[in-house]
């Protein structure tokens, strides 16, 4: 099965959830993750992997997290064409359009973006159940 990369960022919890759940998801349909918080990972290291789940709640204005989660995803940018790629993450406003920019910018990388996954606030019994089918789905892409 596909080496997956999930690396994430959460600031309240709400999107390590999200991840813990995809994760078990992927682990489920016989993928080999490795799982790592944004800061646990070299920008050098995303190429070696086939898959790469990246998730991060939006923030300020709708916007990647700043400090650690932005300057990471632009740093990769340039190694993600022909990747498989996923987008999840949380909000607490809006509509969660700071996935809209996300998805736009990942397309223009080049990767092949499996699907993105979004929660408002804290996921409930049913949205983890969605993120685990989620990371299924992305385990077979």
Known sequence: MA???LVYWSGTGNTEIMAEKIKE???SAG????YRTVDEVDAS???SYDKIAFGCPSMGVEVLEEDEFEPFFEAVEGDLSGKKVALFGSYGWGEGEWMDAWIERTNATGAALFDTLKVNSTPSGDEEQA???FGERFAKF
């Not at 993928?31 to 490795?34: G, H, N, S």
């Open 31 to 34: 993928a080999t993750v490795d």
């Open 25 to 27: 998801g992927l682990e």
């Open 45 to 47: 290291e995303v190429s």
């Open 3 to 5: 080496n997956v990369l």
């Open 131 to 133: 993120c685990v089918e």
